[in-house]
């Protein structure tokens, strides 16, 4: 397993929130508080390059690091590696030996491959920091830890009366997953799961969770919803049946809603399903705190860069 | 209508120049001359994200905007909303919202749909600015502006005088509507339209205009020939019946230049198709101010952003 | 034959080894390793624009270009020229004389046409500077000066007594000619050239070279070693039997390498494809200098970027 914190208690990388203790998490989460009420530090990476490596391509997570980086004085650069004609059949590897060779200090890496990003991170210089934005089903640390800042700023730092339900294609999701991972560490109260079983996972991701097929009933007198985005080939691999099918059992309407305590909030990670897992009502009401995630976003990856970049060398 | 100017007489956006005041347009002229003169204000936006969301792609104009952008020190960003895996199917509302909400306040944004820069920004937060980079065949502001300036360069700012003729495929071009709002609010004395009567719009664009299919008659005298591009689509579509014949009928020689005054300007909006509209002869010609309008483009776009983006907040 | 040095003497492009005379060439290198030593100049080209023009993609060069233009204080942009929808049917010479108007005033040129550069260079206003990224096979500069100062690192200054060989498919390579050059011009003891008949040129590309199809021989003694890429496409064109005959004949492995003097270094241009030209213990072994490659190519660029851009106007 890759070290996220050094010997000397420095972070080194950010890969998951799955191994990252507890306290390391609280101080990403103060920091990115602190951002996002308008501290500044433009200077905080000056000088510093920072690449944004992406063999999965996702315009949105490369902008938010772009914004993030940008804020600290870094000098950002981009690879596409999703595309054959930029890697010429090397290896993941050599790629990234490569363009750390050209003095890049900051890796903003996704993979479709789990685990991928923390074995480039494991090959890394000493001078080298790499930030997980996405491997496989597995890891997506800044999504988990923006999750949890709009979180806390609905509900504050105290979790432990909370009850949270996820509800959708947690099988297949890393942004799950790395809710769950945080949500644990944080001490939620009660953290229920709610899908068809074709979406929920077999192994032990769900440990803890109280899990349910019926909506309704995983709505009942929660504080907060996390819906996740079904992505459309899970039509064609057979495990949905239909949009309609999906949307009439676990599509989040105002009705559906009104189950969960009347302050409860409605998150999303984004790109949103309209009509599918969520109505234009409830992602546009006053309910939902989807554009705050976008937000908060951002603060988390400065925190992040500013964590493991300022902790080497 | 979204409101390019708002109570306070601040310029919220920067949408099309058909119901912009005249002393606005006058205004962000006199700004682009100084700007193409020289003056700089490399820290007008310090600090200030600008993304350029192109839903339509466009690397010339983008490019002319983010040079801009650099020089008034604002932080680019780029968003080529043009292939559907960017936006994962996302609504183009949710894409703007998302951006936005990542703390994007200045968007140059380009789009193939009449109306859709402008109803993006009827949506757009109190501090978030609007620059139409192009929509659809109907605005093109900055295109037109950057035209304008050309011709107060070669011809001075009264334009009561001028005799100026628009040739090519109008019925498709936001350049040209562009053009004929801005030659309208300025004054200009003779507004010429020419082209094959497939190519000409048969609504009220072109009133005011004369009106020829004649384009030997059409360069009599003027003192301005605004040359259009003609797309290769109109080919296939039946509207041209070849580049050989649309060259012959309007296609701008070294001769039929002849036709017009002495001291004629000739201005095309690129990229050009050279022995299609316009001869190499006549492009690269001392009478060509083709790539002086690319130069103004630059300071034009300077004078839009600061404009639109001093104004916020 | 567009000229690189003006006669003021000052450096107007960087476009090709050949006609570069040795003092400049001293020169640039000696630049380039006061950056690799660690030499700064954050402001150099501060408030310069600098587009990388790409008419042949290439990611790694152009992301070593932009570091390197960054690091010396410029505005970077990039114009993708490989695709028809960016230049819409214009000539070459139009994209660039427009993004020139813009204010553009540095170009990083790769074109897939030999000679296709300095024909843009020819061009360039008085103002402009262009650097060759590569161009057909022919000219690859700040590759052949980035494999001279490798060398110079490894081996010292005085290459009189030096035995290199270049290893692979000549024929095809602007990255061999470049160095060929380069080896010339620094007065290198003795030059081999080795691969099989069908990758080797045959007009005057090679004089004063050794050149033996065996690459046991060739390696005998020699104090450094540049393989080249070998393309796949080399086999569809029949040059190639199949890359294990080609691995097996010019495959370096340790055991080859063996043959090589214990302190001689191995060099490669990237991407590597190990398992082909290389084995993957040579390459990631103890005598590979690949990645100090990688690190002189931004330093070269810094030197060649600022030589170009300080020299005019």
Redesign the interface.
């Known amino acids: 397993m890759t070290v996220q914190i050094d010997n000397a208690g420095r972070q080194r990388h950010l890969l998951d929130l799955q191994t990252l203790p507890v306290d390391r998490l609280d101080a990403l989460l103060r920091r990115a508080q602190a951002f996002a009420s308008g501290a500044q530090a433009?200077q905080a990476l000056a000088?510093v390059?920072v690449?944004t490596l992406f063999f999965e391509?996702s315009?949105?997570t490369r902008?938010?690091f772009?914004?993030a980086a940008?804020?600290l004085g870094a000098?950002i650069?981009n690879?596409?590696a999703s595309t054959s004609?930029?890697?010429?059949?090397?290896?993941d590897l050599?790629?990234f030996?490569?363009?750390q060779?050209?003095?890049?200090r900051g890796f903003v890496v996704r993979h479709k491959g789990d685990g991928a990003v923390a074995a480039l991170a494991a090959e890394a210089d000493a001078g080298t920091a790499v930030v997980n934005a996405g491997d496989g089903r597995s890891h997506h640390p800044t999504q988990g830890l923006l999750d949890m800042l709009t979180l806390r700023q609905a509900k504050g730092d105290d979790f432990s009366k909370l009850k949270v339900v996820i509800v959708g294609d947690l099988k297949h999701s890393r942004v799950a997953r790395s809710d769950l991972h945080a949500l644990r560490a944080l001490g939620c109260g009660e953290i229920r799961v709610c899908g068809p079983q074709s979406l929920l996972p077999d192994d032990d991701t769900l440990q803890g969770c109280v899990v349910t097929h019926d909506f309704d009933a995983a709505l009942d007198g929660v504080d907060a919803l996390m819906m996740l985005r079904l992505q459309?080939e899970r039509m064609t691999e057979g495990l949905v049946e239909s949009l309609e099918d999906y949307h009439r059992d676990y599509g989040l309407t105002t009705q559906r809603l009104g189950r969960a305590k009347a302050d409860a909030i409605v998150m999303h990670p984004?790109?949103?399903?309209?009509g599918v897992e969520i109505t234009d009502a409830v992602a546009d009401g006053a309910q939902s705190w989807v554009?705050?995630q976008?937000?908060n976003?951002?603060a988390v990856r400065m925190a992040a860069l500013e964590a493991v970049l300022s902790a080497v060398e």
């Not at 004609?85 to 290896?91: F, H, L, P, Q, R």
């Not at 060779?101 to 890049?104: F, I, K, L, N």
Request: charged share 20%; glycine share 12%; hydrophobic share 30%.
């Open positions: 433009p000088g390059a690449c391509p315009t949105r902008l938010s772009q914004l940008q804020r000098h650069l690879f596409d004609s930029a890697t010429k059949g090397e290896t050599d790629t030996r490569n363009i060779a050209m003095g890049v459309r984004g790109p949103m399903n309209r554009l705050r976008v937000s976003g951002v």
